[in-house]
């Protein structure tokens, strides 16, 4: 699976928009961008997934760059309650399901 | 999103005990599951793959005679740590592929904090 680059961190003010990237350069064609979060002492929690076109559900959209060697996790009005490590990983889609997880991004919203 | 249970959320022993870890899927059938573990302020390392019915398949530098594991049914794979020490304290973590059209995503359980004295 390929390789991605998050910053260690990130402040948000509560209410705005909170814009994570992640930068997933040698993706391939049929590689998958996920992303997790995992609030203090808890498991992970799955956001989002997408390929090339971007995704929006009811937690975040994703925003896939067009070459697809960089990915934008947007969280539209960020609260107290998303401040956490947010994982994006990138994976095929497959019978393999194993993920990778690196260091990921401490979201700190702030009020 | 499908859930995954974990049970006990933390649990305390004496160095030397054996301490069980239970990971269910509630209301969804589970053939793989995986087991992670997770130390103070680092990122999740996979430990093993958890398959129903079968052998699991340990990671590299995963002890598998320390780590039992077994995935007896659908529902409920369990992690066995044998002659646990203190090096052995983390936060441990299953997760379990989700169901029908959730079957791309990944779930995971709560996680469970093993101490041990």
């Known amino acids: 699976d390929a390789k991605t680059t998050q910053p260690p961190s990130m402040d948000c003010a509560e209410g705005r928009a909170a814009n994570l990237p992640c930068n997933h350069s040698?993706?391939?064609?049929?590689?998958?961008v996920y992303w997790y979060r995992q609030i203090h002492s808890q498991g992970p929690q799955y956001i989002i997934h997408g390929l090339k076109n971007n995704e929006t559900n009811e937690m975040a959209s994703l925003i896939i760059t067009e070459d697809r060697k960089s990915s934008t996790l947007i969280l539209p009005h960020a609260t107290l309650r998303d401040t956490a490590v947010y994982y994006c990983?990138?994976?095929?889609?497959?019978?393999?399901?194993?993920?990778?997880f690196g260091k990921g991004t401490l979201l700190t919203v702030n009020p | 999103g499908a859930v995954v249970s974990q049970h006990p959320s933390w649990v305390i022993c004496k160095s030397g005990t054996s301490v069980k870890i239970e990971c269910r899927s509630l209301d969804f059938q589970a053939t793989t599951m995986f087991w992670y573990r997770q130390f103070p302020k680092q990122s999740l390392m996979l430990m093993a793959t958890?398959?129903?019915?079968?052998?699991?398949?340990?990671e590299q530098g995963v002890e598998k005679d320390k780590f039992l594991i077994n995935h007896a049914s659908l529902t409920l794979s369990t992690l066995t740590v044998t002659s646990a020490h203190p090096e052995d304290s983390s936060f441990y973590i299953c997760?379990?592929?989700?169901?029908?059209?959730?079957?791309?995503?990944?779930?995971f359980g709560e996680g469970s904090r093993l101490t041990v004295l």
């Open positions: 958890s398959n129903e019915g079968s052998k699991a398949t340990y």
């Open positions: 990983i990138v994976r095929k889609r497959g019978s393999n399901y194993k993920l990778t």
């Open positions: 040698t993706i391939s064609g049929n590689e998958y």
């Open positions: 997760s379990a592929r989700g169901p029908g059209g959730q079957a791309g995503e990944l779930f």
